[in-house]
């Protein structure tokens, strides 16, 4: 039972352009949601997250969308840049105070 | 080092033999966490640790695998009599506390585990 769904596999986008990475929930439980990006050989690591108190978040270039009554989030990425090529993780859980949840990502390439 | 520190960062294993797998959290955090990832796969919650105590093991795929933490702060992911599915990457994290403001945890690089 996936609870935290990532339908694209992977994404091409060109350099400058705004990258789009979606995730769809089931849970109506999750309450806190977050990004983590991974590159080869490496551990995730955190990128940016939201609650369900709010519907967006801004960090940089990096903004977090979450429409609560779709069980849908997404991370958009704008001017995407090639050091933005990674596997990009969402995750989700009920309460800050508990396990998360994650997608199987979805591979994020920028060309230049 | 200052971050999670995973060994050995690759193993090979014959089908039937244990295998134990390292973690050294961040120092100070008392939550800690196993996810393995299988190829093509996304992050699997295997367990987490809080102190040394254990509340969730519903992650743990059989009773070949174990986890063990002492003194608040070295984990041991032990599997038994592998099998070839149990190839993954196993992946430690590890947060100050049970769930931060932030949600946030600190992933190590990972344990390779292949099973032949």
């Known amino acids: 039972d996936q609870q935290v769904k990532q339908n694209s596999p992977s994404l091409s986008v060109q350099e400058g352009r705004i990258s789009i990475l979606n995730c769809d929930y089931t849970?109506?439980?999750?309450?806190?949601f977050l990004w983590y990006k991974k590159y080869p050989a490496e551990g995730p690591t955190f990128l940016i997250s939201?609650?369900?108190?709010?519907d967006k978040n801004e960090d940089g270039r990096f903004t977090v969308f979450l429409n609560k009554s779709a069980k849908h989030l997404s991370l958009h990425i704008v001017p995407s840049q090639p050091g933005d090529s990674a596997v990009y993780f969402c995750a989700a859980s009920a309460g800050t105070a508990s396990k998360l949840t994650f997608g199987t990502g979805t591979r994020l390439q920028v060309t230049l | 080092g200052a971050g999670v520190s995973q060994s050995p960062s690759n193993k090979v294993t014959e089908k039937g033999k244990d295998v134990e797998l390292r973690c050294d959290p961040i120092s100070g955090h008392t939550a800690l966490y196993w996810y393995r990832q299988s190829l093509g796969q996304g992050l699997e919650f295997l367990i987490y640790?809080?102190?040394?105590?254990?509340?969730?093991k519903s992650g743990l795929p059989s009773d070949r695998f174990s986890a063990e933490r002492t003194g608040g702060s070295v984990s041991t992911l032990t599997i038994q009599r592998t099998q070839q599915e149990d190839s993954a990457v196993y992946l430690c994290?590890?947060?100050?506390?049970?769930?931060?403001?932030?949600?946030?945890?600190?992933f190590g690089e990972g344990s390779r585990l292949t099973v032949l």
């Open positions: 939201i609650s369900s108190i709010k």
């Open positions: 994290a590890s947060s100050p506390l049970l769930g931060t403001t932030t949600g946030e945890l600190f």
């Open positions: 849970n109506s439980m999750f309450d806190y």
């Open positions: 640790f809080q102190g040394n105590s254990a509340p969730d």
